[in-house]
Nanobody
Framework: QVQLVESGGGFVQAGGSLRVSCQAA????????MGWFRQAPGKEREFVAG???????LYSDSVKGRFTMSRDSAKNTVFLQMYTLKPEDTAVYYC?????????????????WGQGTQVTVSS
């Protein structure tokens, strides 16, 4: 019942920054925990960051201190601001949603997914 659309991906040099967005439609935004995942070629889709229904935000160790997740409830949108990007951050970034408390970190915990947006970081 929820449609998620990511945007904002692109090309950036190592050390640069980029912000990706995810807009949700078709559901009550406040009822969903939201997550960001990423998947590099040949790699498993991995958790990057997530925000609970109450606003608690968690990050994976690989991005902690460099990435910031935020939410604009009025626009039904979550963001992932990425700083000090590294080549290993190159991946398709996916937005996900699930109507449950807490901040799920597993791919199988999420029931709704966006189409992904490509982020490429050159060295």
């Amino acid at each position: 019942q929820v449609q998620l659309v990511e945007s904002g991906g692109g090309f950036v040099q190592a050390g640069g920054s980029l912000r990706v967005s995810c807009q949700a439609a078709g559901g009550t935004f406040s009822r969903y925990a939201m997550g960001w995942f990423r998947q590099a070629p040949g790699k498993e889709r991995e958790f990057v960051a997530g925000i609970s229904r109450s606003g608690v935000i968690l990050y994976s160790d690989s991005v902690k201190g460099r990435f910031t997740m935020s939410r604009d409830s009025a626009k039904n949108t979550v963001f992932l601001q990425m700083y000090t990007l590294k080549p290993e951050d190159t991946a398709v970034y996916y937005c996900a949603a699930v109507a449950q408390p807490g901040v799920p970190k597993r791919r199988q915990d999420y029931t709704y997914w966006g189409q992904g947006t490509q982020v490429t970081v050159s060295s």
